[in-house]
């Protein structure tokens, strides 16, 4: 299958400062991409939808300009955790939808995900 | 989108045969039900997907009746490394930008 690849797959930071992931979709175009959290022993929270050369769409609760989204080319999006804090430390994951190349041109596929810590 | 419902939790031994139930009851015409597969400290992987009836591949069978109001994901004699929280999922079926909701999913321990 599509292959998403996410780095890094752990950071640690200082409180305060701030710290990007990359998303990149490695052998299909990923016109929307889709940024997750997950807290130990939960599911998956959708953040926001990263779509290419917009602004990202964020769920209802999510700071959009703690968690800063872009999406500039159709194999990359990135997420900016400004000004960490402890609570940011959680389990972050991006995923794209594949459109086209699924069976029913549903599936979507995973980053490996990251973990951050703040300390 | 169509909510699901599924176990919290199941626990088996290894070499017997899994079945997960998902209950999708508000299940749209045009959509499919997929199955994730996520071990700790990864992001999920993909599993099986299907419309009607039986889909199988090498790793799942996936059961869903005439009325596609849930579905049963099974595992053929299961491993300790089958140990995941497994998620049913109806994502729409068109259109990239639709969201993908994750449900609780269900925590399947194997035992030796």
């Known amino acids: 299958g599509a292959v998403v690849s996410q780095h890094p797959s752990r950071v640690i930071c200082k409180s305060g400062t701030s710290v990007k992931i990359e998303c990149r979709s490695l052998?299909?175009?990923?016109?929307?991409m889709f940024w997750y959290r997950q807290f130990p022993k939960q599911s998956l929270m959708l953040m926001a939808t990263s779509n290419e050369g917009s602004k990202a769409t964020y769920e209802q609760g999510v700071e959009k300009d703690k968690f800063l989204i872009n999406h500039a080319s159709l194999t990359l999006s990135t997420l900016t955790v400004t000004s960490a804090h402890p609570e940011d430390s959680s389990f972050y994951i991006c995923?794209?939808?594949?459109?086209?190349?699924?069976?029913?041109?549903?599936?979507?596929?995973f980053g490996q995900g990251t973990r951050l810590t703040v300390v | 989108l169509a909510k699901t419902t599924q176990p919290i939790s199941m626990d088996s031994y290894e070499g017997q045969e899994v079945n997960i139930t998902c209950s999708h009851n508000?299940?749209?015409?045009?959509?499919?039900i997929t199955w994730y597969q996520q071990f700790p400290s990864q992001g999920p992987r993909f599993i099986i997907q299907?419309?009607?009836t039986k889909v199988t591949n090498e790793v799942a069978s996936l059961f869903i009746p005439a009325d596609r109001k849930s579905s049963t994901l099974s595992l053929p004699r299961v491993s300790l490394s089958d140990t995941a929280v497994y998620y049913c999922?109806?994502?729409?079926?068109?259109?990239?930008?639709?969201?993908?909701?994750f449900g609780t999913g269900t925590l399947l321990a194997v035992q030796p």
């Open positions: 508000n299940i749209a015409t045009n959509d499919y």
């Open positions: 995923s794209a939808r594949a459109v086209g190349l699924g069976s029913a041109d549903t599936e979507a596929f």
């Open positions: 299907g419309y009607k």
């Open positions: 052998d299909f175009q990923a016109t929307t």
């Open positions: 999922l109806v994502p729409p079926t068109w259109g990239a930008t639709n969201k993908l909701i």
